[in-house]
């Protein structure tokens, strides 16, 4: 037994011979603003843990109550990026995983999206105050959210889950893939990290706000100043604009609308909108007319090796297979969300660029064409935003103040009951779309 202890003496003089400490590869979060660097590592963070942890069968009562934190002090390796001192909190870690696979979102591609660069501050910041990012790839947003709309959420969460189940994916409904408390220096932080309507890489010419009302319903002169302004009911009215989409697609829209509209009515929720980007395709290939012309001015030719990494679309098996078209067009060109049964659509950021004007289906899940014989070519991106607002005290109060400035008959004040608001809002909705 003696040669027991000389063998391991033996071993840790030899561990000390030739052991050199290797210092680990640190992920580094640079952002801007720390609230930013403290969102990535918490993202990162909590993908990480959650990749060890085991998929249940079912989620249970417990699942929407559930939460992961996590506190750091004196984080020194990264002290340039990153704050000394910070807590994360993850809510209902196992709900929002089960929504990402649900709509065909890979946990490492979500990962990649919010960590690989900072996510970029987006102007278009709403009546709320709420301040919106946009993941460095332009696939998600990033919502700040207060402690009362947490609270929401988290009620929201377990009815919206079933339905999401129920409906196979297939809404127009704001996708929500992460919910998280952030604290720096003292102060409490709440994110939400939702996909994006718009596409990552075909321009937004235009957008709109819709609610089917017509009081106090036009774009300030201070927001048609932003580059990208959001303009509402009356400007679209005004305008004569309508969705040129034909009749097959619009009857699947109408049908998701309405399922997901009666779902809201019976939660009592109102106040949402339909967001609708229009993506003018002539205007599109004249301003990629204008580009090429001035790289070729630049004889910039750094372009010619990417061509032949292929878009990667072919190998992933038929697309009719994973996605449900709006429009009968030959294998589903446009898309909506991807059903669970089905293999995961992974999110292609690369071979964006290779689809200069065209619908990527896979990431492109809110886009539809417009119809063969339309005014103009445009696709358009729709969905419905902001369902958290519930019909209670503070509305009731906002309807009675219109009321009182308007008159008790203006059909148009925003702020009646959910199901007025409901039956209003699918009834312009069916108006404007042809």
């Known amino acids: 037994m003696s040669s027991v202890p000389q063998m391991s003496s033996g071993l840790s003089k030899l561990k000390k011979k030739h052991f050199r400490v290797k210092h680990q590869k640190v992920k580094l979060f640079r952002a801007n603003e720390p609230l930013l660097s403290v969102f990535m590592w918490g993202v990162n963070h909590t993908i990480n843990e959650l990749s060890h942890v085991n998929i249940p069968v079912m989620l249970l009562p417990d699942d929407f109550r559930a939460y992961s934190k996590l506190k750091v002090d004196n984080h020194l390796f990264n002290k340039e990026n990153m704050p000394s001192h910070f807590k994360i909190k993850e809510y209902c870690p196992l709900v929002f995983r089960n929504l990402r696979e649900r709509f065909g979102i890979d946990d490492l ?42 609270e929401r959420m988290h009620s929201f969460l377990k009815h919206y889950h079933p339905y999401i189940v129920e409906r196979h994916g297939k809404t127009l409904l704001p996708q929500y893939l992460g919910m998280y408390r952030l604290t720096v220096d003292g102060v409490e932080h709440y994110v939400v990290a939702i996909r994006n309507v718009f596409s990552n890489h075909l321009m937004t010419h235009k957008k709109f706000d819709l609610k089917g009302s017509t009081v106090d319903r036009e774009a300030s002169d201070k927001e048609k100043e932003k580059d990208l302004p959001t303009y509402k009911d009356n400007d679209f009215v005004k305008e004569g604009m309508k969705i040129y989409i034909g009749e097959e ?43 090429a012309e001035r790289e070729d001015d630049e004889d910039n030719h750094e372009d010619e090796d990417d061509s032949e990494s292929g878009s990667g679309l072919e190998s992933r098996g038929p697309l009719v297979d994973r996605l449900w078209g709006w ?25 964006s660029l290779q689809y200069e004007d065209a619908i990527i289906p896979e990431l492109d899940i809110y886009a539809i064409p417009s119809k063969e014989g339309a005014p103009m070519k445009e696709i358009y991106f729709l969905a419905i935003i902001d369902v958290l607002t519930h019909y209670g005290v503070r509305k009731q109060a906002a309807k009675a103040a219109k009321t009182v400035k308007y008159g008790a008959n203006v059909d148009g004040i925003s702020t009646c009951d959910p199901e007025q608001y409901g039956k209003r809002f699918i009834e312009f909705m069916s108006k404007v779309i042809e």
């Open 327 to 351: 429009s009968g067009v030959g294998h589903a060109v446009t898309s909506m969300a991807t059903p669970p049964e089905s293999p995961h659509a992974a999110l292609m950021r690369d071979t």
């Open 109 to 150: 591609d979500y990962k990649e999206s919010m960590t690989r660069s900072q996510p970029i501050l987006d102007d278009s910041s709403g009546k709320s105050g709420a301040k919106f990012y946009q993941s460095y790839d332009k696939l998600f947003i990033i919502k700040t959210l207060t402690s009362e709309e947490v």
């Open 249 to 291: 697609a619009k009857a699947k829209l109408i049908e998701t609308l309405t399922a997901d509209v009666d779902f809201l009515t019976r939660l009592h929720l109102m106040d949402y909108s339909l967001l609708l980007g229009l993506h003018d395709c002539a205007r599109a290939e004249q301003e990629s007319r204008e580009r």
